[in-house]
């Protein structure tokens, strides 16, 4: 086993080599107000079918099916940021399909009336066409439990990205998550998303890889009565830059009726609320400031909400 981990290891930092910088960055605004709220560092406490984006083995561990629904708008609100997902236990395994969109409506692109000369007062700029552009994620989960302790899940993904006219391309790709419990109420999560160096194919003819992005989070849940407490630790790795990203977080249950979040996520201060009622529920996320690489503009903000069924 460790001969076969240390094998895979060695084959995606070698196939990064070939990957594309910041081609996979589109996937990394997150699905989960309850996430953002707690700083990110859910890979081993996420609880909703957002567990198929931050890590496809937690299906196997939820109590019954449900549904989630999340919007946001980054970027100053530039981008709308939407996912659905649906996740279907059956007993030791569960199935889920997901769906990632993040779109920019209202681009304008604009033309000069002689393109031989430069612009100025002469030769004013005018829109000539206003386009949309969009990004998609089709997400095909399966996580089972090899044992009380272990389970492995991972997602098949279908990716399509349309930029306002300009160009767009179909990939795929594969996640693999874990998740393990070597202690009653300390779970141990990690998550390799895009693991088959996701390729992208342009209808320019480009062809791009994206890079492999890998996390590793730890928690612990304290229980006082009806009340409960949960402490999370994350570190994800980025081998485009070769740096490591802490994030920690922190949940606390009210009766499992009302929710209060705070964390740290990718260096930035994070807090959430949460309310729940019987099967229902809605969240909200807020992170301040600037996260690196993938916020790079304005104040990130979630709401998100959901069923059991």
Not at 36 to 45: K, P, R, W
Not at 92 to 104: V, W
Not at 169 to 197: E, F, K, Q, Y
Request: aromatic share 12%; with cysteine; charged share 15%.
């Amino acid at each position: 086993m460790i001969k076969k981990l240390t094998l895979q290891i060695c084959v995606i930092l070698f196939t990064s080599l070939w990957a594309t910088k910041y081609a996979g960055d589109f996937e990394e605004l997150g699905t989960s107000a309850r996430a953002i709220g707690m700083g990110g560092a859910v890979t081993a406490s996420a609880n909703d079918p957002s567990t198929i984006y931050y890590n496809p083995a937690l299906s196997s561990r939820l109590a019954r099916n449900s549904v989630l629904l999340m919007h946001s708008e980054d970027f100053s609100g530039l981008v709308k940021h939407n996912f659905v997902g649906i996740s279907f236990p059956d007993g030791c395994q569960a199935f889920g399909f997901a769906i990632l969109h993040n779109g920019i409506p209202g681009i304008k692109l604009t033309k000069v009336p002689d393109s031989t000369q430069e612009p100025g007062e002469n030769n004013r700029p005018y829109v000539d066409k206003i386009v949309n552009a969009n990004q998609l994620v089709g997400y095909f989960n399966y996580a089972r439990n090899l044992s009380s302790r272990l389970a492995l899940g991972g997602n098949a993904k279908i990716i399509y990205q349309e930029l306002g006219g300009t160009g767009s391309c179909l990939g795929m790709g594969v996640d693999l998550g874990l998740i393990l419990t070597p202690i009653v109420d300390i779970n141990l999560g990690c998550r390799i998303r895009n693991i088959s160096t996701s390729p992208l194919f342009w209808n320019t003819g480009r062809k791009e890889y994206i890079t492999p992005r890998a996390a590793l989070g730890i928690s612990k849940l304290f229980t006082f009565g009806h009340n409960r407490l949960q402490l999370a630790v994350e570190v994800e790795s980025n081998f485009e830059e070769k740096t490591l990203l802490p994030n920690f977080g922190i949940e606390y249950a009210f009766r499992e009726a009302l929710f209060g979040r705070i964390g740290i996520f990718r260096n930035n201060f994070s807090f959430g609320l949460g309310f729940k009622f019987k099967r229902f529920h809605i969240d909200y996320g807020y992170a301040t400031g600037t996260a690196p690489e993938s916020r790079e503009l304005g104040t990130p903000q979630q709401i998100s909400g959901g069923v059991e069924f």
